[in-house]
């Protein structure tokens, strides 16, 4: 393969930074990679201090997110995979669908539009954000609670606390309503051509034990890309939740899906 294309975007999700990514980073770097994560616009730095003072994110948007992407992805010798977990996920589909990477990766993806019906957990996680109208220009954190039925489900709740003090960030609700009501806005910032022919390939991967964005809603994802002639596959996880890129066994995920990206990459080119 050409060094030029060994390069890995990683793209973190709503209520966390890039240091989510921080084991995958450690492991595509050894494997040989160029790896690039950087947090959303407002979100570099101290964490601590993010959480002190999320008001520079309360505003942000996903176009303005994708369109710093695609300013990093710009600067690249040559087209990079593209990975991406929950909001990320989201962000990597609109990236893929604007002609950028040579493969991409969406890991329990946050829904497109064209999504009708969402499954009862995921609307237990939004409820909270999506309830008050006046969160649609505010950052706000998740509750310890609401991390653990979000995120480490699974987990003990000692290790939910401490991947919750390691990684959970406020996260600007905005977001969370450009998907809710994006449906209904004919100009969604969460929309994509489902019927692009010319885009890379692009895996979409689901945790059966994922609250946020359960195997229904990947699936549904998966079914709307029918209308593409481009490759589009589907990869389940029975054991694992939306906490996968920090979770037991994320190794054999991470490994999984870069096999993916390389046999897809050279495939493609």
């Known amino acids: 393969m050409n060094t030029e294309n060994k390069t890995i975007v990683l793209i973190h999700g709503l209520w966390m930074t890039a240091r989510c990514w921080e084991h995958w980073v450690e492991r595509y770097t050894a494997a040989g990679y160029r790896v690039i994560a950087r947090s ?3 979100l570099e730095g101290d964490i601590e201090e993010i959480r002190r003072d999320p008001s520079a994110i309360a ?16 600067g690249l ?16 589909q609109i990236l893929l669908d604007r002609g950028w990477g040579s493969v991409g ?3 329990g993806p946050a829904p497109v539009k064209g999504i009708i019906f969402l499954p009862f ?30 995120f480490t489900n699974t987990l003990s709740e000692e290790e939910s606390r401490a991947a919750y003090d390691r990684y959970a960030v406020p996260g600007p609700d905005h977001i969370l309503f450009q ?7 004919p100009h969604a910032a969460t929309a994509v051509d489902f019927a692009n022919d010319t885009r890379a390939p692009l895996l979409l991967v689901a945790g059966g034990k994922d609250h946020v964005s359960p195997p229904a ?33 994320w190794q054999k995920v991470a490994d999984d899906v870069l096999a993916w990206a390389e046999t897809h990459m050279l495939a493609h080119a």
């Open 40 to 42: 959303w616009p407002g």
């Open 217 to 249: 809603v990947v699936k549904a994802d998966y079914k709307l890309y029918s209308k593409s002639s481009a490759v589009t596959e589907y990869k389940e996880y029975p054991e694992r939740t939306h906490f996968t890129l920090g979770q037991d066994g």
């Open 121 to 150: 957990s995921t609307l237990k996680v939004t409820f909270p954000a999506l309830s008050n109208p006046l969160n649609n220009h505010r950052a706000v954190p998740l509750t310890l609670e609401q991390f653990h039925y979000a």
């Open 105 to 107: 990766v969406a890991l």
């Open 77 to 92: 010798a040559a087209p990079p995979v593209i990975m991406g977990h929950s909001f990320g996920g989201l962000i990597a």
């Open 59 to 74: 505003g942000l948007g996903i176009t303005q997110i994708v369109d710093y992407y695609e300013t990093i992805i710009r």
């Open 179 to 185: 998907a809710a009501f994006a449906n209904f806005n």
